[in-house]
Structure formats: C-alpha cells, structure tokens
C-alpha cells in the first residue's frame, strides 16, 4: 500500500530562503543559513519529498537557482519537486534536467492549456502537479493564480475537474489564509476538497507543529502534508515529527 | 591481446551508466559517488568494456528506449558484456528493459536477458482509490535468500514511479515483491541481472544500501 507523505518545502528568492506569511515574503538566510540550522542531509532523511519553488518577482536568475538546487540536493537521495515560474517547455526541461523529478505549476494552469497538456505529454501525468492555492471569503472557498495576486473564475469542483482532464497527476492544497500562521491546516476544506478529487492531495498552509501534520493525515484521501515553515519545525522538529507520526500508526514509509 | 588489454584497463569497483537519452541520470550519479563508487555517464557502447559494473537507468518510454539501444548498437554490445559476467543493474525502466518484451507503445521485444513480459498495471474497479502511474513510497517484499538485497530483513519501502510493471516467467528470479492494485516483480536477479522497478537513488538510506550490495558484487 502507497505510504503517507511528510514533505518540507524551501522557498527560494534571488540566491536565498524565505518564510511566507500569507504569501508576503520574508528573507531568511542563504544556503549556509539552512545548512547550519537544519544539517540538510540528515534532515531529509526524516522527509519523504522535497520541494523548492522558485518565489522570485520580477526577473530569476534560473541558473542560479538551478545551481542552488544542486548544492542542496547533491547528497539526499529522495524525490524532487521543483516549481515557481514556470511558464513553457523549457522552463521544465531545465528543472528536469537539474534533477527535478515533478513540477509545480499554478499560473499557467488558467493561461495556456496546450502547454500543460504537452507537459503531461512529454513527461507524464506523474510529473505535474497543480497548486491550488485558496483564500476562505464569507464561507467561500475562492481560488488564486500569481502568488495569490489573481483570483480564478473557477468553482472548485470546475477546476479540480478541469485539473483531472488536463491530465495533472497531483494537488497541493494550499491555503493562503493559514499561509506561515501556524495554527494548523483547514482540514474542512481539506475534507471537501477530497471528496470531489480523484488525484493524490497534499495538504499545505498552516502547520506548526507535530499534531497539525497527524489531523491532516489522519482525513481519508489525503496523501501528503507539507511545511513551508524555516521556524516551526528547526533543528530536530522534523525528524521528532516523523516519529510521531510513526507513533501514532499512520502509515509511512520507514528506513 | 584484446581481452588482456581490456583487463588491465578495466578498474575495480568502476560503475558505467548508460546513457542512451532517457531522463536525467545526475541523482544515480550523485548516489553511486555518494556510497564511494567510482562512476562515469558512458554514451559510447564502445567503452562500456572499461567497467566493472553497469548501471541502465531510465525513465521515458519502452519503444523509444529499445530504438534507442538498437539505433546506436547498445543492445548486442550489452549482452556481450553481461554474457562475459559484469553484473549489470537496470533501474525503472532499465529493469523492464531487460524482459522479453512490452506492449508499451505498441508491442516491442526488449534484450531479453530476463524472462519477463512488461504490461500495463491492472488496478481492478474495487481498487477504484487506487491511481496508474503508481507513484511513491511502498513496500516491497523479499526474498531474503538475493544478493541485492543482503542484510535486509524480509520487507523494506522503496520510491516507485511507473505504468508499466514486469512479470518473470520463473517466479524465483522475482526477488522483490510489490503490491499495487495486482502483485509485480518490483525487483529481479538472474546470475549477474539484476534490476529494481523501484528508484534505489530516490529511496534514501535503504537505496544507497541496494546499491552498495550491487557494486559488492563479483563478475560471474
């Protein structure tokens, strides 16, 4: 049976690594930084994936960042997601010749659906994943493009149809609201959300400890919990997280 | 005078992976490096003489892998090498292309070092929650008795992505054991064949050890 996924995602900006606070960007430190606060290589081996997004505006440098994603990654040995800024072929051609084994896209999903279904295409449906990121407005689950900036005209059953006929293999459920807060996910939509699906979901936005990660697993039909949090979870948090996950019976992959 | 001077060039514990244009073969390069291998990318069928162990990665489709192998006279110089005793390690689809045939893209014979018949994962309509292409962690089951998987004990979970998965004629070459809607090889050896469906190089501490078995052992 497929295992449940704990998931640590890097926000990159121009050479660095950020925390977010409802998708506000805040700098954190350089690859020193996280190698001197979370020993990456030992780190990763309490996690199941890892994701790096590229959260730059304006203009990236994308050898840069490709550069970046190579130093961190030379000496972990688990599946790589990379995304942020992907707008054509090539974007993701670099991110899968830099090791990139799925990609993240959100933006292009409402701007050009010949490029997602070529992507699917050339690379599989396994590769693509979607990231549906989400604002709660009077009760209202309403959907978000550009970091948050551009609301979708899209119901979510609309969009999570129109994510399984393009093709998409996965969902990250981001919800912009708990974005860097800490006070756990919003396992109501979560629930709603993986009623309608019929693709893998992975829970972001909102985790702050060890227990929030438990709640979200614990709901049927969801496959993975991420943290983007640099605070939360230093040191050891991730590795006591994953123990006691362990703990608690969910079923995750053990090494 | 042509096998001995293949002899002394060939270096101990030298890893080649072949490259023949399918997917990104830096994170099997970084692992091999990792568990102290000394390994090289080897584009050129010519060179791969100069290893003690060869390594088919893959990801990408079975048809255009196979044109590939043909196209640029990797196939028979394979079996020649394997036929002489380096043991030979395919990944992914490295593995299923050590089977007898696919019917991916269209019917396709592969090199035939295995006995195996590469189709379509079958997920019943009662497995409805369950999802082609299989994708993530999941345990595999052993037979404790294989060289790959020395010092393991009886199951151990690996990192999968694939549609397609490998049945062996002789159950006993099955090595690994997995579940996923239908039970497959997940990973095979025969003599000096060996291959894994799973990832060894995305499967951290477990994978690096599959690894380590695979440079371990002797030409046979």
Same mark, same amino acid.
């Given at each position: 049976?497929?295992?449940?996924?704990?998931?640590?995602?890097?926000?990159? #900006?121009?050479?660095?690594?950020? =925390?977010?606070?409802?998708?506000?960007?805040?700098?954190?430190?350089? +690859?020193?930084?996280?190698?001197?606060?979370?020993?990456?290589?030992?780190?990763?081996?309490?996690?199941?994936?890892? +994701?790096?997004?590229?959260?730059?505006?304006? %203009?990236?440098?994308?050898?840069?960042?490709?550069? %970046? /994603?190579?130093? $961190?990654?030379q000496d972990i040995f =688990?599946?790589?997601?990379?995304?942020?800024?992907?707008?054509?072929?090539?974007?993701?051609?670099?991110?899968?010749?830099?090791?990139?084994?799925?990609?993240?896209?959100?933006?292009?999903?409402?701007?050009?659906?010949?490029?997602? #279904?070529?992507?699917?295409?050339?690379?599989?449906?396994?590769?693509?994943?979607?990231?549906?990121?989400?604002r709660i407005t009077d009760?209202?689950?309403?959907?978000?493009?550009?970091?948050?900036?551009?609301?979708?005209?899209?119901? /979510?059953?609309?969009?999570?149809?129109?994510?399984?006929?393009?093709?998409?293999?996965? +969902?990250?459920?981001?919800?912009?609201?708990?974005?860097?807060?800490?006070?756990?996910?919003?396992?109501?939509?979560?629930?709603?959300?993986?009623? %309608?699906?019929?693709?893998? %979901?992975?829970?972001?936005?909102?985790?702050?400890?060890?227990?929030?990660?438990?709640?979200?697993?614990?709901?049927?039909? +969801?496959?993975? /919990?991420?943290?983007?949090?640099?605070?939360?979870? =230093?040191?050891?948090?991730?590795?006591?997280?994953?123990?006691?996950?362990?703990?608690?019976? $969910?079923?995750?992959?053990?090494? | 005078?042509?096998?001995?001077?293949?002899?002394?060039?060939?270096?101990?514990?030298?890893?080649?992976?072949?490259?023949?244009?399918?997917?990104?073969?830096?994170?099997?390069?970084?692992?091999?490096?990792?568990?102290?291998?000394?390994?090289?990318?080897?584009?050129?069928?010519?060179?791969?003489?100069?290893?003690?162990?060869?390594v088919l990665p893959g990801?990408?489709?079975?048809?255009?892998?196979?044109?590939?192998?043909?196209?640029?006279?990797?196939?028979?110089?394979?079996?020649?090498?394997?036929?002489?005793?380096?043991?030979?390690?395919?990944?992914?689809?490295?593995?299923?292309?050590?089977?007898?045939?696919?019917?991916?893209?269209?019917?396709?014979?592969?090199?035939?070092?295995?006995?195996?018949?590469?189709?379509?994962?079958?997920?019943?309509?009662?497995?409805?929650?369950?999802?082609?292409?299989?994708?993530?962690?999941?345990?595999?089951?052993?037979?404790?008795?294989?060289?790959?998987?020395?010092?393991?004990?009886?199951?151990?979970?690996?990192?999968?992505?694939?549609?397609?998965?490998?049945?062996?004629?002789?159950?006993?070459?099955?090595?690994?054991?997995?579940?996923?809607?239908?039970?497959?090889?997940?990973?095979?050896?025969?003599?000096?064949?060996?291959?894994?469906?799973?990832?060894?190089?995305?499967?951290?501490?477990?994978?690096?050890?599959?690894?380590?078995?695979?440079?371990?052992?002797?030409?046979?």
């Amino acid at each position: 049976m497929l295992k449940k996924r704990l998931i640590f995602t890097l926000l990159y #900006k121009d050479g660095g690594f950020c =925390i977010s606070r409802n998708y506000r960007l805040q700098r954190v430190g350089g +690859v020193e930084w996280l190698e001197a606060n979370y020993k990456f290589s030992d780190v990763a081996q309490s996690i199941d994936e890892l +994701v790096i997004l590229d959260v730059s505006r304006g %203009v990236s440098d994308k050898d840069l960042f490709c550069s %970046v /994603v190579s130093q $961190i990654t030379q000496d972990i040995f =688990i599946p790589l997601v990379l995304g942020g800024r992907i707008k054509t072929v090539q974007d993701v051609d670099l991110l899968v010749r830099n090791g990139a084994d799925k990609v993240i896209i959100n933006t292009l999903i409402s701007e050009d659906q010949a490029v997602i #279904k070529e992507l699917v295409e050339t690379y599989g449906s396994q590769c693509v994943i979607a990231s549906v990121d989400y604002r709660i407005t009077d009760g209202e689950m309403l959907l978000y493009s550009e970091q948050g900036r551009k609301r979708l005209d899209y119901t /979510v059953e609309e969009y999570m149809d129109l994510l399984y006929d393009l093709g998409i293999g996965e +969902v990250f459920l981001n919800s912009i609201d708990r974005d860097g807060t800490g006070q756990g996910y919003t396992l109501d939509i979560a629930k709603r959300v993986v009623a %309608v699906i019929r693709l893998p %979901v992975v829970l972001a936005g909102g985790a702050g400890n060890k227990y929030h990660f438990e709640e979200g697993l614990a709901i049927k039909g +969801v496959d993975g /919990v991420s943290t983007a949090s640099l605070f939360n979870f =230093i040191g050891n948090g991730l590795p006591q997280a994953r123990e006691h996950l362990l703990d608690k019976g $969910i079923n995750m992959a053990k090494w | 005078m042509e096998a001995y001077l293949y002899y002394n060039l060939i270096m101990v514990n030298s890893v080649g992976i072949i490259d023949y244009g399918c997917g990104n073969l830096r994170s099997v390069f970084n692992a091999f490096r990792h568990i102290g291998a000394d390994c090289k990318i080897v584009d050129n069928p010519k060179d791969l003489v100069f290893f003690s162990h060869l390594v088919l990665p893959g990801v990408g489709s079975y048809r255009k892998a196979m044109q590939y192998l043909q196209q640029h006279e990797f196939d028979y110089k394979i079996k020649k090498i394997v036929s002489d005793g380096t043991p030979l390690l395919g990944i992914c689809l490295g593995m299923q292309l050590l089977g007898s045939r696919s019917s991916e893209g269209g019917e396709t014979p592969g090199l035939d070092l295995i006995e195996a018949d590469v189709d379509l994962l079958v997920c019943s309509e009662e497995d409805g929650h369950l999802k082609i292409p299989h994708v993530g962690f999941n345990t595999v089951h052993i037979d404790t008795r294989s060289r790959l998987f020395n010092g393991f004990g009886d199951s151990a979970d690996f990192y999968f992505t694939h549609s397609y998965r490998m049945s062996c004629k002789n159950s006993l070459q099955a090595i690994g054991i997995t579940s996923h809607g239908e039970k497959f090889a997940s990973a095979v050896e025969h003599m000096n064949i060996l291959g894994t469906q799973f990832h060894p190089e995305k499967s951290q501490q477990s994978g690096l050890k599959i690894l380590s078995n695979f440079i371990g052992l002797k030409p046979c």
